[in-house]
């Protein structure tokens, strides 16, 4: 999720992490992405920031600096932001240029995925992290008002999560089906959220600015795929 300044629409995400149960094949490990991580949310998130970092700074050939705040004390968050604090999830502010972690996130996402929260945050951070790079390499349809093009902006963010992840799995970091399953997981989860009531965001509709579950796993599996430039993305 993202936020224009002076008014613009706050852009939602999820977060996913570095290990996972594949369903139907037990817990299935991925040592090589944060072997030491175990399940700590503050030592996860900064690991999968590390892959981030490097595999995009490589990819668009600038550098790329995903910074990420866990939890973070309302105070710390740029006041354009900070209302999102209450829908109790992760989301890109581009006033500071900062992802923000929510401790409700990390307590839902352990509740819905157990074992699997690793992948779960993972899949969260890969989305937030594709926003930044949106505003680095300056994607046109930033700059465009109205749902429509925030859903464009979301997906084509749900759609880099997915190249990452494809280039994650090709270096054996991840298993891909294990990591899919963990995003379309978290693309219904966070679907189904409505803001608090007094949280001061009674206009915002999840659905509405980012497209429904079904259109964010679809552009997912698009960037996860071998296709070149499957995301449209600016001097790729």
Same mark, same amino acid.
């Given at each position: 999720?993202?936020?224009?300044?002076?008014?613009? @629409?706050?852009?939602? @995400?999820?977060?996913?992490?570095?290990?996972?149960?594949?369903?139907?094949?037990?817990?299935?490990?991925?040592?090589?992405?944060?072997?030491?991580?175990?399940?700590?949310?503050?030592?996860?998130?900064?690991?999968?920031?590390?892959?981030?970092?490097?595999?995009?700074?490589?990819?668009?050939?600038?550098?790329?600096?995903?910074?990420?705040t866990v939890d973070p004390a309302p105070t710390s968050v740029h006041r354009s932001c900070r209302s999102f604090l @209450?829908?109790?999830?992760?989301?890109?502010?581009?006033?500071?240029?900062?992802?923000?972690?929510?401790?409700?996130?990390?307590?839902?996402?352990?509740?819905?995925?157990g074992d699997r929260l690793p992948y779960a945050l993972a899949a969260v951070v890969a989305h937030e992290a594709g926003?930044?790079?949106?505003?680095?390499?300056?994607?046109?349809?930033?700059?465009?008002?109205?749902?429509?093009?925030?859903?464009?902006?979301?997906?084509?963010?749900?759609?880099?999560?997915?190249?990452?992840?494809?280039?994650?799995?090709?270096?054996?970091?991840?298993?891909?089906?294990?990591?899919?399953?963990?995003?379309?997981?978290?693309?219904?989860?966070?679907?189904?959220?409505?803001?608090?009531?007094?949280a001061g965001l009674d206009d915002y509709d999840e659905v509405a600015t980012h497209g429904t579950a079904a259109e964010?796993?679809?552009?997912?599996?698009?960037?996860?795929?071998?296709?070149?430039?499957?995301?449209?993305?600016?001097?790729?």
């Amino acid at each position: 999720m993202w936020r224009r300044a002076f008014g613009l @629409a706050l852009l939602l @995400a999820a977060l996913t992490g570095c290990t996972a149960a594949v369903p139907g094949r037990g817990t299935a490990a991925a040592p090589a992405l944060c072997p030491a991580a175990g399940a700590d949310a503050g030592t996860l998130v900064p690991c999968v920031v590390a892959a981030l970092n490097r595999f995009w700074t490589g990819r668009v050939g600038k550098p790329i600096e995903v910074r990420v705040t866990v939890d973070p004390a309302p105070t710390s968050v740029h006041r354009s932001c900070r209302s999102f604090l @209450a829908f109790g999830t992760a989301f890109y502010c581009p006033a500071d240029g900062r992802v923000y972690i929510t401790a409700a996130s990390v307590a839902g996402n352990r509740k819905a995925f157990g074992d699997r929260l690793p992948y779960a945050l993972a899949a969260v951070v890969a989305h937030e992290a594709g926003h930044r790079v949106q505003f680095t390499v300056r994607q046109p349809e930033l700059d465009r008002d109205g749902d429509a093009a925030s859903r464009v902006v979301e997906q084509q963010a749900d759609c880099l999560a997915g190249v990452w992840a494809h280039g994650a799995a090709r270096r054996g970091l991840v298993d891909p089906a294990g990591f899919a399953a963990a995003y379309a997981q978290e693309m219904r989860l966070v679907s189904s959220l409505t803001p608090p009531p007094g949280a001061g965001l009674d206009d915002y509709d999840e659905v509405a600015t980012h497209g429904t579950a079904a259109e964010r796993i679809a552009a997912y599996e698009r960037g996860d795929s071998e296709a070149t430039n499957p995301c449209r993305l600016r001097s790729t």
